[in-house]
């Protein structure tokens, strides 16, 4: 398993505001993922995070938008710029193990 | 190719009885199938998985049934309980030049009466 810790666990933001949002993993992982999970809906995949190198993101999302940053082996960051409410989404930092992908509690956010 | 079809959308299900949620999926790279259970304000937990050239995976009240020649594959939740109330998402997972990607289902929202 993987501990995985999120901050913050919750946010309200404006329209127009930037959110960055923190993910802890308790051992060191090669790569770790940025998933969104709109309202009720299913899990997608926002973009994998290497350290050292930049970030690989998948069709719909991009980097303007979305920036990550992943300074060391247990730790990054994801941004949501410019929000819109439509950007209201759980946000989630996952990790591989083997036996599965692991995730933090989420980022609920809120934008209005 | 790349989806994961999940069904029933919801399902309600007495104390004691049998949960039975399905999945379905075309690509035959994917080589792992997890499910999460997800409670609300919680992120997906796994709780159970299975490897392709295996049929049946048994946890506990958990059990997957995996059928290769039809792409489907199904979790059975015996004798569920009101604790086992939950969002359950299927996912398959392939490896993609050495990283492995997850594929989630649409989710099913479980509900045990007491």
């Known amino acids: 398993s993987a501990v995985i810790s999120q901050k913050p666990s919750r946010d309200i933001c404006q329209r127009g505001t930037s959110l960055t949002i923190q993910c802890q993993v308790d051992s060191q992982v090669t790569m770790m993922f940025w998933y969104r999970q709109q309202p009720g809906q299913s899990l997608t995949l926002i973009a994998t995070?290497?350290?050292?190198?930049?970030?690989?993101?998948e069709s719909g999302f991009v980097i303007d938008k979305f920036p990550i940053s992943r300074p060391n082996l247990t730790f990054s960051t994801l941004t949501v710029s410019n929000m819109s409410p439509e950007d209201s989404s759980i946000y989630l930092c996952s990790v591989e193990r083997g036996q599965g992908a692991f995730f933090g509690q989420g980022t609920r956010l809120t934008v209005v | 190719q790349q989806q994961v079809k999940q069904s029933p959308q919801s399902l309600i299900v007495q104390k004691g009885g049998i949960s039975i949620i399905n999945c379905a999926y075309e690509?035959?790279?994917?080589?792992?199938f997890p499910w999460y259970q997800q409670f609300p304000g919680k992120g997906p937990a796994l709780l159970i998985a299975?490897?392709?050239?295996?049929s049946e995976k048994k946890e506990g009240r958990f059990t997957i049934s995996f059928n290769k020649s039809a792409k489907q594959f199904s979790l059975h939740i015996m004798d569920s309980q009101p604790g086992d109330s939950a969002t359950y998402f299927c996912a398959a997972r392939s490896d993609t030049s050495g990283t492995y990607k997850y594929i989630f289902g649409t989710g099913t929202r479980l509900k045990v009466l007491a």
């Open positions: 299975i490897r392709p050239d295996v």
């Open positions: 690509n035959t790279a994917f080589d792992y």
């Open positions: 995070a290497n350290q050292g190198s930049e970030a690989t993101y």
